[in-house]
């Protein structure tokens, strides 16, 4: 039988940013709370040897064992769901920090358009302008309600930055100074002035300069040495939740973290959760604790299936459209690009840093008119120098054979005379795209996986074709001798590393029905219980979601506070 | 069978401390005679331990005689190692700008690779039932790299054998790459496995044994990023960041050990 432990104040699922943020603030008010992490203990002092591109690039050091727990696919609900058998489409994070440790840094904040997008849209074009089966929605939260938060966040990580001149409003300037600029930026940033563009620097959690935040916790600088995603920092010049949150949470006493404690069952009695059932993975004992209020933190599919095999919201059914948990997975159109080579220059291509870079969104959003366009929002176009590391990065000019002596030759000749630039374009939901329980297979605990059934639209062939024309526009105003960028986006495929920037299926709304949550990540199902990350966006903007998980995380942690004193729906 | 990896690869490591040697101890090159010493010395002749010259200090000399421990199978059986590094060469030949697979202990670098956790599937979802799938769902077979291996190398040696009749290690390099041209174009129809989807296999297993750190076999003395002007591991390019292309010598984790 399941050992009981004694009551908590709260019991957090999944310790990465969302945890570790709101595990910080709750203890900081005094509140006790336990962190149920299924992965190991993470430090600083175990990246002395991250320069190994093979081991966490390539093996996936890092990354969820798929072993364990995968989760499977299909294109659409006529053909059979497989397990995504090897890593591809995008990455799962595991252990202390989650994700958040091997990120690259990029941290946006979502445009005012990306929160009213419905409304937005039909008030400019009409309300035929969102086609039959696209299911975007407003948050039930505006970008200026949001914005306190997002300052909380960039505050907290050390963000550096400038301001973005076609973004939402700022009450404070970035906490530090923009990163370095290499070269091939200062060639972005030239020849997007030409034409006519709005450059602005990549806001980054890397650290331009040493900085303390608001918390006490003092970090170094960054230095450029070229791996960051799919790494941990061994500087800590990445924000992480390691060496930001987690350490100001264990230093309240309050904050009782447990690794290798992977939890199956939300459990739940009267529309209130009681607390949680987990399995301590090394000796496969099965534990509950239990807890006044239950935060779900974990990643947008374990958000998802912890909630389906809990029995706890309504599922989604894509037939009749009701049901909410599961609802409007939404991904990135990431492959519009055009890569550049350079006959008459190189640049220092093995250096950089993961959110090193230069943006423009002149074409994300609704930045421009999309009257003519047969498709809606866009994405964020930037040059990144990310660190090209030699065995993922071998760009040959189109045309060139795939190995051989041509290939050599020439794969050594561009190794620093290429650039790209890429674009990340959004993801609307459609009724037909969602999350469920697979019917066959099983992780090793003998539950369901995950089902994806997702394809690419319309709208994502005519965003990636534009999105790619636009990259190759600046490509070639960068004076590039040769361009090479998408013509066609293909189906979706689960083998070619794309983003990790899932997202839906617990979504965020201002009335249950059509949401999951309210816009303090409370259940409307269950008012004890929050459930906080990319699951909660109705769609995917065109930028990278973590600031904007943190943002939500931190208001999620003022509605636990709130709710905690005067109980009952905050909205 | 002759044991191929006790040739000239191995001599490689000590080729350059040589070198390192000769250069420590105020040799120049050119001003040597041409004979048994220098022949020695790079490694030219069969034996040329007893032919070392007599002034070098002993203690030098036995260091620069190490043997490269590496370089032993964990795998494959030697005939199948020298298929590996035939087709290796042939995808990343030795050209003027440098080494081969061959050189750089690509086909050691497989066969390690296939010994661990990589050849055994071990981080992968591997449960039943299988299906084939649609090819956008990815690999859904049940055979594990270290099987699929042994399966594509028995049938390029096959091929080779039906259309030369010869093992694919003895072919000309033009026959070689046609043989392996079929392989990845999947001219060639294999029933248990898709000789496309080996050769992809192959190719990036290549690319990885090139450019991984030497720790683990290929790249040997960094030769492989050298040849791309990639650094390898460095602690900071805080220096040269902002500036255009500098050349730096490459590193390796191993000096990361030394500086931590």
Known sequence: MAKTLPKTDVVIVGVGWAGGIIASELTKSGLNVVGLERGKERKTEDYYMVHDELRYSMRYEMMQDLSKETITFRSNENIRALPMRQYGSFLLGDGLGGSGVHWNGQTYRFLPYDFQMRSMTTERYGKNKIPEGMTIRDWGITYDELEPYYDKFEKMAGISGEENPLGGKRSNPYPTPPMKKTPSMQMFAEATKKLNLNPYMMPAANLSENYTNPDGVARAACQYCGYCERYGCEYGAKADPVVTVIPVANKTGKFQIRTHSNVRRILHKGGKATGVMYIDVTTGEEIIQPADIVVVTSYVFNNVRLLLMSELGKPYDPASGQGVIGANYAYQVIKGSAVGFFEEKQFNNFAGAGSLGISIDDYNGDNFDHSNLNFLHGGVIALSQTGARPIQNNPVPSGTAAWGAEFKKKSLHYANRTLSIGAQGSSMAFKHHFLDLDPTYKDAFGDPLMRITFDFEDQDRELAKFLAERCSEIMKEMGASHVDYLKELGPYEIMTYQSTHNTGGVIMGAEPGTSAINNFSQMWDADNVFVVGASSFPQNAGYNPTGTVGALAYRAAEGILKYREKGGLLV | ?260
């Open chain 2, 1 to 260: 069978m002759e044991d191929s990896s006790s040739g000239p690869d191995s001599g490689q490591v000590h080729d350059s401390s040589r070198r390192k040697f000769l250069v420590n101890s105020g040799y120049v090159l050119g001003t040597l005679a041409v004979g048994g010493v220098i022949s020695s010395l790079f490694g030219c002749a069969k034996d040329g331990e007893d032919n070392a010259d007599s002034s070098a200090p002993a203690d030098d000399n036995k260091e620069a005689a190490a043997p490269n421990y590496n370089r032993a199978l964990m795998y494959f059986t030697q005939a199948q190692f020298r298929i590996v590094e035939a087709a290796t060469e042939r995808i990343f030949p030795e050209d003027e700008s440098g080494p081969g697979a061959k050189k750089l202990g690509v086909a050691f670098f497989i066969d390690h690779q296939l010994a661990g956790d990589w050849g055994f599937n071990g981080r992968d979802y591997m449960n039943p039932p299988f299906f084939a799938g649609e090819k956008e769902q990815g690999y859904q077979g049940r055979l594990k790299r270290r099987e699929l291996f042994d399966i594509g190398l028995r049938e390029l040696d096959n091929y080779s054998q039906t259309t030369h009749g010869k093992g694919f290690a003895e072919l000309e390099p033009d026959q070689q790459d046609a043989a392996l041209k079929a392989f990845e174009t999947e001219e060639v129809k294999l029933t248990t496995i898709s000789a496309g989807s080996f050769f992809k296999m192959l190719r990036s297993a290549t690319l990885e044994g090139v450019y991984s750190d030497p720790l683990y076999g290929g790249n040997l003395n960094m030769e492989g990023w050298r040849m791309r002007n990639y650094p390898g591991s460095q602690m900071s390019y805080l220096n040269i960041i902002e500036k255009d292309f500098t050349k730096i010598e490459p590193s390796s984790l191993q000096a990361h050990l030394a500086s931590h």
